[in-house]
């Protein structure tokens, strides 16, 4: 998976302007970490600014809201998107948790832990996703994400709530492939570059290939659910073609996206059960 997901999740995946009041209302500190770039670093990088965990704290929403809108992406990736589908989720906030079961692979080492996804739409099929991970009802990390369906994460950024300053964000620079999700049947591929929100060049190639499998009702992963669920098995390729990590998605079609409930990599395999979903 792109390495900016949290550790379990695999996608991070009404337009609305980023001054909007939620935007306004945001009362984010940013230390500047140089006070001058210089030539060389500009070109490479831009100018570095670091955020603050405790600040994000303060307004979580209009953090999410300000940095990870639509308006935030270029536009020839927007136009990528919103070209290859128009279509719209069928709800305007979603929230849903997920129960984890971790490291199955080790019964020794098997925990748990519990993530919360505020899922708001923005318009063609992209979603700004808010999660929190916590364990043993603790809150320990938050991830804050862009993204396609809640399948690709297009934009993201993940902070741990022990640190001091969250790593950087983490974008999607251009495809060279995109599949709509009403391609899933047939198979989805993206293929593209990315790298940090300030740089300019010098980016990561990168490819997730997916197929689909059966589907199911989706009353059987949640009560509350309906429709079918389809399962959509991916694998995130690097920048020299070798698979990081895969994840198995429900694609839920009456709500028009997906929901990760299995992950596995060199170092971990986890499982998610969908403890909880409400829709507004």
């Not at 591929?189 to 290939?209: A, C, L, P, W």
């Not at 998610?272 to 507004?280: D, H, L, M, P, R």
Request: hydrophobic residues 35%; proline residues 3%.
């Amino acid at each position: 998976m792109p390495y900016w997901t949290s550790s379990s999740a695999a996608a991070w995946r009404y337009p609305r302007d980023v001054n909007s009041a939620r935007g306004i209302g945001m009362k984010l500190k940013l230390i500047v970490g140089v006070a001058l770039c210089g030539a060389t670093a500009s070109l490479l990088s831009g100018c570095i600014q670091k955020v603050q965990v405790k600040d994000v704290q303060q307004d979580k929403a209009g953090f999410l809201a300000s940095h990870f809108s639509p308006s935030s992406l270029s536009t020839g990736l927007y136009k990528t998107i919103t070209d290859a589908d128009s279509g719209q989720v069928s709800f305007k906030r979603v929230v849903y948790q997920l129960s984890w079961d971790n490291d199955i692979a080790e019964k020794d080492k098997t925990y748990k832990t519990s993530e919360t996804y505020t899922l708001t739409n923005v318009g063609n099929g992209l979603v700004e996703v808010m999660m929190e991970s916590s364990r043993n009802g603790v809150p320990v990390s938050q991830a804050y994400q862009l993204s396609y369906r809640n399948m690709l994460p297009i934009k993201g950024q993940s902070m741990n709530l022990g640190a001091n300053i969250a790593p950087m964000e983490m974008e999607m620079k251009s495809f060279q492939h995109f599949d709509p999700i009403s391609s899933f049947r047939n198979g989805l591929e993206y293929k593209y570059e990315y790298g940090t929100s300030v740089q300019i060049m010098n980016f990561h190639d990168g490819r997730t290939s997916c197929v689909r499998g059966d589907a199911q009702p989706a009353s059987e992963l949640n009560a509350t659910l309906t429709g079918e669920a389809w399962t959509i098995s991916c694998q995130f390729f690097n920048q020299n073609g070798v698979v990081q990590s895969k994840a198995n998605f429900a694609y839920l079609e009456s709500y028009g996206i997906a929901v990760t409930l299995h992950v596995e990599s060199a170092a971990t395999i986890n499982e998610a059960k969908i403890a909880s979903f409400t829709v507004e």
